[in-house]
């Protein structure tokens, strides 16, 4: 362990179902969710209040976190894929699907092809796998097929641990933090994978994944894995995204975050943690303060008046 505490921190416990501060390998990612630990994720829920941060439940995965999760277990725990998913046939396209007069029918409303998709469900649970349409295999294939553009990624990729379970102290407030990180080049960089559907976007995929960075907070996230990969180890390492699109034309761009823009994230997680430590001593955790009145962005106003 380095040493890199302040003074007076308490140290928190693992406690009877926890892990010791340590760098793990092999924990599937729902027992890693099982971990009593802050992860980055729920931390950043204390921007909209401590009772969010504490009570707030889980949102149901969004199809982008699933598709994201997907890529990440082809890429990154390739022999476990056909464990974990499976792909839900086309039923609305089988010449059994027919509608109540008997018809042929190529419609995903129908009682047939609603009975079909329930019962492949069941079956899929059944067997602890998740399902993925036909449209979410095509993004896949994209998405994989766009990382091999960038064969940097792909050699620092195969030359990495991935999927590394970390959990530490944090060092200012003594709190048990745990990260997940995709892959670790020991020594030289964290790396960490995203996926993106730029079809939308006006301008370049670096110029828009930019904006994601303050967005989705993926500046914190920058700052939270690497300061948890040294106070473990004592490595201050470079944090890279790969960034693979899922639509055509499939791309993939690599680079690593500015420190300027870490030191941004870091001190967002100082205060957020601080907040966490302080709520926690006085068993209070706060929702939402009413304001004294509610206004237009300022924006919005005359400049007259904004001003």
């Known amino acids: ?106 419609s995903g409303a129908t009682s047939w092809c609603k009975q079909q998709v329930a019962a492949f469900g069941v079956q899929a649970a059944e067997s602890g796998r998740q399902v993925i349409t036909e449209a979410q295999w095509r993004q896949f294939d994209g998405a994989m097929a766009a990382m091999k553009t960038c064969p940097q990624f792909v050699r620092d990729v195969n030359n990495s641990e991935t999927e590394l379970t970390i959990v530490w102290n944090d060092r200012r407030t003594g709190l048990l933090c745990k990260a997940r990180i995709d892959a670790a080049m020991r020594g030289k960089k964290l790396i960490d994978l995203k996926t993106c559907d730029d079809s939308q976007s006006s301008g370049p995929l670096a110029t828009e994944f930019e904006w994601r960075l303050a967005k989705y907070h993926y500046d914190s996230q920058a700052a939270w894995y690497s300061e948890g990969w040294y106070t473990l180890t004592g490595e201050k390492l470079p944090f890279w995204f790969a960034v693979a699109t899922v639509n055509k034309p499939h791309q993939c761009i690599y680079a690593p975050v500015g420190e300027m823009s870490v030191e941004v994230g870091r001190n967002k997680n100082i205060l957020r943690m601080a907040t966490v430590l302080r709520c926690k001593q006085e068993d209070n955790w706060p929702g939402y303060e009413s304001p004294e009145l509610f206004e237009l962005p300022e924006k919005y106003l005359p400049e007259e008046v904004s001003l």
């Open 1 to 106: 362990m380095v040493s890199v505490w302040d003074d007076e921190v308490e140290i928190e416990k693992p406690g009877l179902f926890g892990k010791p501060p340590g760098i793990y390998e092999n924990i599937a990612f729902d027992d890693y969710g099982m971990i009593p630990a802050i992860n980055h994720t729920r931390l950043v829920r204390i921007d909209k209040s401590p009772m969010n941060y504490r009570i707030a439940p889980d949102r149901e995965p969004s199809q982008a976190f699933a598709l994201g999760s997907l890529v990440h277990c082809g890429k990154l725990e390739p022999d476990s894929l056909s464990e974990r998913y499976v792909m839900q046939p086309d039923f609305a396209n089988s010449p059994d699907n027919k509608d109540q007069k008997g018809t042929r029918s190529t």
